[in-house]
């Protein structure tokens, strides 16, 4: 099982919408949505793993507070600053989300 944590980006919100009146129109059945939001999940976790190349640096003034649960670190930080070779980019309050993602088995059509 993948991590559904792509659900709640504006692409998967969308995704959803649309799979939700796709249901409602009688166009597709609810099983069907659920095959494609568990693909989604599937895809954007291997994608993301495997193709995605850049590194960037973060410094936090203050953790505020962490959690290790079912394989999943989630931090909050306060005062961050995030460097890629070219750019600064400053946040008062960041959440981090971090999951294994060789945890996930690759898709067929990866």
């Known amino acids: 099982m993948a991590y ?3 659900r709640n980006t504006t692409l998967g919100n969308t995704l959803q919408e649309t799979l939700d009146e796709l249901i409602q129109f009688g166009q597709i059945t609810p099983q069907l949505a659920l095959k494609v939001l568990v693909h989604f999940d599937r895809t954007m976790n291997n994608s993301l ?9 973060f410094k936090a003034g203050k953790l505020n507070t962490y959690r290790f649960c079912d394989n999943v670190w989630t931090f ?3 005062d961050v600053e995030f460097r890629d070779v070219a750019e600064l ?5 960041v959440k ?6 060789k945890a996930v088995p690759p898709t067929k059509d990866d």
């Open 76 to 78: 909050l930080l306060s």
């Open 89 to 93: 980019c400053k946040g008062e309050t």
């Open 96 to 101: 981090i989300v971090a999951c294994d993602g």
């Open 49 to 57: 793993a495997q193709k995605v190349k850049n590194r960037l640096t």
């Open 4 to 6: 559904q944590l792509y």
